[in-house]
T-cell receptor
Framework: AQTVTQSQPEMSVQEAETVTLSCTYD???????LFWYKQPPSRQMILVIR??????QNATENRFSVNFQKAAKSFSLKISDSQLGDTAMYFC??????????FGKGTRLHILP | ETGVTQSPTHLIKTRGQQVTLRCSSQ?????VSWYQQALGQGPQFIFQ???????GRGNFPPRFSGLQFPNYSSELNVNALELDDSALYLC?????????????FGPGTRLLVL
C-alpha cells in the first residue's frame, strides 16, 4: 500500500526564519508526482510545489523549495524567510499512476511575529 | 482562489438522512475528484470522475456516490448518513490530457451529522 508519513504534527518558528517540514512516502512505483499543499485556516487547499519523480533537480517556487531524495523516499519542504501568511496546515501528497492523490496527516505550522 | 467552488459551505444533517454536495469545476477541467477530510486528518480520496464516468474509487462504501455533468459541475451524494460521515468534503478539478496534471481544490463543505 502507498503511504505518506509526516512525522511533525505541529511546528512553530519565528517570522523570517527558515523551517523544514519532513515527509516520507512508500511506493513501489518508479514514476510518480509529489506535492506539498497548504491549507490556511480559510480551508482552501493550495498547491505550494510539485516534484516529478523522474527529475533529479529539486523543485523551487520563490521561498519554497524541496529536498527530494528518491532512494530514501523522502520529500521535505523548506520555507525560507517565513512570513505570517505561511501559517497553515501543510500536507505532503503522493500522486500515483492512477491519478489518485494520497495525503499525509499534515503538519500545522505557526509563524510567530 | 482556484476557480473551484463548492456549495453549501456548511450543512447539518441527522443520522440516516441523505445529503447532496455540489462542486463547480474550473472551465475546461474534465476530471473531478472528491475527498473526505476528517478533523485533524489529511484528505482521503473518495472517487474520481472523468468525462462523466467514475474513474476510480477509494475505500468508501456504495452509499457514497457521485455524478459529473457536461457543464463542469459535479455532485457527491451520501445516503444513510452516519455520525462518522461528519467531515470536510473537498472537490478538486483538473484537466486530464494524458499526463499528470495539477488538481485545484475548492474551499470544501463542512458536514455535521448529529
Amino acid at each position: 500500500a502507498q503511504t505518506v508519513t509526516q512525522s511533525q504534527p505541529e511546528m512553530s518558528v519565528q517570522e523570517a526564519e527558515t523551517v523544514t517540514l519532513s515527509c516520507t512516502y512508500d511506493t513501489s512505483e518508479s514514476n510518480y508526482y509529489l506535492f506539498w499543499y497548504k491549507q490556511p485556516p480559510s480551508r482552501q487547499m493550495i498547491l505550494v510545489i510539485r516534484q516529478e519523480a523522474y527529475k533529479q533537480q529539486n523543485a523551487t517556487e520563490n521561498r519554497f523549495s524541496v529536498n527530494f531524495q528518491k532512494a530514501a523516499k523522502s520529500f521535505s519542504l523548506k520555507i525560507s524567510d517565513s512570513q505570517l501568511g505561511d501559517t497553515a496546515m501543510y500536507f505532503c501528497a503522493f500522486r500515483n499512476r492512477d491519478d489518485k492523490i494520497i495525503f499525509g496527516k499534515g503538519t500545522r505550522l505557526h509563524i510567530l511575529p | 482562489e482556484t476557480g473551484v467552488t463548492q456549495s453549501p459551505t456548511h450543512l447539518i444533517k441527522t443520522r440516516g438522512q441523505q445529503v447532496t454536495l455540489r462542486c463547480s469545476s474550473q472551465s475546461g477541467h474534465n476530471t473531478v475528484s472528491w475527498y473526505q477530510q476528517a478533523l485533524g486528518q489529511g484528505p482521503q480520496f473518495i472517487f474520481q470522475y472523468y468525462r462523466e464516468e467514475e474513474n476510480g474509487r477509494g475505500n468508501f462504501p456504495p452509499r457514497f456516490s457521485g455524478l459529473q455533468f457536461p457543464n463542469y459541475s459535479s455532485e457527491l451524494n451520501v445516503n444513510a448518513l452516519e455520525l462518522d460521515d461528519s467531515a470536510l468534503y473537498l472537490c478538486a478539478s483538473s484537466e486530464f490530457t494524458g499526463e499528470q496534471e495539477t488538481q485545484y481544490f475548492g474551499p470544501g463543505t463542512r458536514l455535521l451529522v448529529l
